[in-house]
């Protein structure tokens, strides 16, 4: 069971400000109707390490050419290793994991040091047929990080150089391994920055930004990850080298950066991407609000918005995610404590009619040029006062980004305890915002009694929702519970017009709806790129076009 529990835990070090305490325990377990001395959960084991642990299934003629071509040190048959780069974070991986219910692992991992390394790696396995499933932080939430028996796993972390930065035009050229601290870190010396900010930043690769279009917390600001690419260079599923030059706009035809943008992989490996970049922020408020309802927080927002005002970073949170927020960051202290300040302001809230169970909070941080910044916070406020909002100023603000990067750390201790817990996120326009988060609501808040809602990324036109759910495991039926909840989302975004994905991407968790979201005339799109990009079919196997 330790390899599998190694590998389904979050990150490389422990929280400093998100606990999972006993009294927090107490407290959901009793919001999901459970006993509330529920303790750890023995799950049943389907297959032991051993099942696993085995000596790669290739034959000998591909692996003396493989280790013609790379280092030893290029080159792992370790079994945890092959395990770890094998699988993702979504909730039926780590649930998989706990159930050792696995049927295979990557028969090896092999790590490129440069371009050059993947275009053999990739013409090697054409010539044998060997699938490959690429590998950047292994953060998906969508199965995009997936094993087939006899495939390899190319994991790019080694890729991890900044090539160029150049602070006149503001833009860089980096290789696609490198994660969110070390780019920022060295960015920073330059008085630069991507203003991408995912909440798997710590662990994640530019690499996986790009393949799944992924969203930072900022993007309200900076915009999501295909609006900073300015040029690609990847390997496709054939072997040879496509270089899309960087340009700050072109017209010559489709543009082939938001045809790898996206790709997930599928029709070639990503190996440098040219990125816009920004100055560093002259100056950064913040402002917290709470209103009465979620409505009348998005009507706000809105009006901000379509009048011109950017905030880089907007999260609006529903009653219910709001409310046990504020008991979370209660019962996370030993022993439980809330301040003097916020007991007050609450008790002052109620007298104006900010129920609790009610309100809803919304957080927002303005930065880039210190006059623009006083503009749109002075707007912000504005707005929102018009809404019936009230201003909390930054002391939320700021206690949410001292923990923003550590709420994933609560998922194992959760899951431990017998609780599904997943995430699922769309985007809408502004006409349907309401009705979807109420149709979502309404299908399941009766199997999900702790459902959560947020908004997080906005645009003129309309907005991304997040739902998180919550509900009580079905012993031995784990699996097919969470199979049902999701078709039962992705089915009701559908309904109302929405995205199966935001910034997460589809992976194998939602191609099936792949052909819906985007027809048959779509479909067969997709299928002739893949047919052209990667004729064998050898890369990323399952997503989009694939069983």
Not at 58 to 70: G, Y
Request: one cysteine or more; hydrophobic letters at 35%; charged letters at 25%.
């Amino acid at each position: 069971m330790e390899p599998f529990l190694a590998v389904a835990k979050w990150g490389e070090s422990e929280p400093t400000h998100v606990k999972f305490t006993d009294n927090l325990k107490k407290f959901l377990l009793k919001q999901l109707h459970m006993d509330t001395m529920t303790g750890i959960k023995d799950y049943p084991q389907k297959y032991s390490w051993s099942d696993l642990a085995l000596e790669p299934n290739l034959s000998n003629e591909f692996l003396a050419e493989l280790q013609n071509l790379l280092t030893p040190s290029q080159i792992s048959k370790d079994p945890l290793v092959r395990l770890k780069n094998s699988v993702g974070k979504s909730y039926l991986e780590l649930i998989r994991l706990r159930l050792a219910d696995l049927s295979s692992i990557v028969e090896l991992v092999v790590y490129p040091k440069s371009h050059e390394d993947v275009v053999k790696i990739v013409q090697l396995s054409n010539k044998h047929s060997i699938p490959i499933s690429t590998v950047g932080g292994g953060t998906s939430m969508t199965l995009g990080v997936q094993a087939l028996k006899g495939s390899i796993a190319v994991n790019l972390s080694r890729l991890n150089k900044i090539l160029t930065i150049n602070t006149d035009s503001l833009h860089i050229t980096v290789e696609t391994g490198i994660f969110g601290p070390e780019l920022e870190r060295k960015l920073s010396q330059n008085k630069v920055t991507l203003g991408h900010f995912p909440q798997s930043w710590e662990y994640s690769t530019v690499g996986g930004w790009v393949a799944t279009r992924g969203a930072g917390q900022n993007s309200t600001l900076y915009g999501k990850i295909e609006d900073m690419v300015m040029g690609i260079k990847v390997v496709v599923g054939s072997g040879e080298t496509l270089v899309i030059k960087k340009a700050p706009a072109r017209a010559t035809g489709p543009d082939l950066n938001q045809l790898f943008t996206g790709s997930e992989g599928t029709f070639g490996i990503i190996t440098e991407v040219t990125l816009r970049i920004w100055k560093i922020p002259q100056s950064r408020k913040m402002s917290g609000f709470f209103f009465r309802s979620f409505k009348d927080g998005l009507e706000a927002i809105k009006q901000l918005l379509q009048e011109g005002y950017n905030p880089a970073i907007i999260r609006l949170y529903d009653h219910e995610e709001t409310y046990h927020s504020e008991k979370a960051s209660v019962l996370m202290k030993e022993p439980p404590k809330d301040s003097f300040i916020m007991r007050s302001v609450y008790k002052y809230l109620k007298l104006r009619g900010y129920i609790e169970k009610k309100r809803c909070l919304t957080l927002m941080v303005f930065e880039g040029n210190s006059d623009l910044v006083d503009l749109t916070r002075k707007k912000a406020i504005e707005y929102a006062k018009n809404q019936g909002g009230f201003h909390l100023r930054s002391i939320p603000v700021k206690s949410w980004i001292k923990s923003r990067y550590e709420s994933p750390y609560l998922r194992d201790p959760i899951i431990d305890h017998g609780i599904l817990v997943e995430t699922f996120e769309t985007s809408t326009t502004w006409e349907n915002v309401m009705p979807l988060y109420n149709g979502v609501r309404n299908i399941l808040k009766e199997e999900c009694p702790v459902l959560w809602s947020h908004a997080s990324h906005f645009y003129r036109n309309g907005a991304n929702l997040y739902f998180h759910t919550f509900a009580p495991q079905e012993e031995g039926n784990e699996i097919e519970q969470y199979l049902r909840i999701r078709k039962k989302i992705i089915d009701t975004f559908l309904k109302h017009y929405s995205t199966i994905s935001h910034h997460h991407g589809i992976g194998r968790a939602f191609s099936p709806w792949l052909p819906q979201a985007i027809g048959i005339e779509g479909m067969k799109i997709i299928k002739a790129i893949k047919k052209a990009s990667d004729p064998k079919g050898i890369l990323n196997k399952g997503i989009f076009t694939e069983k």
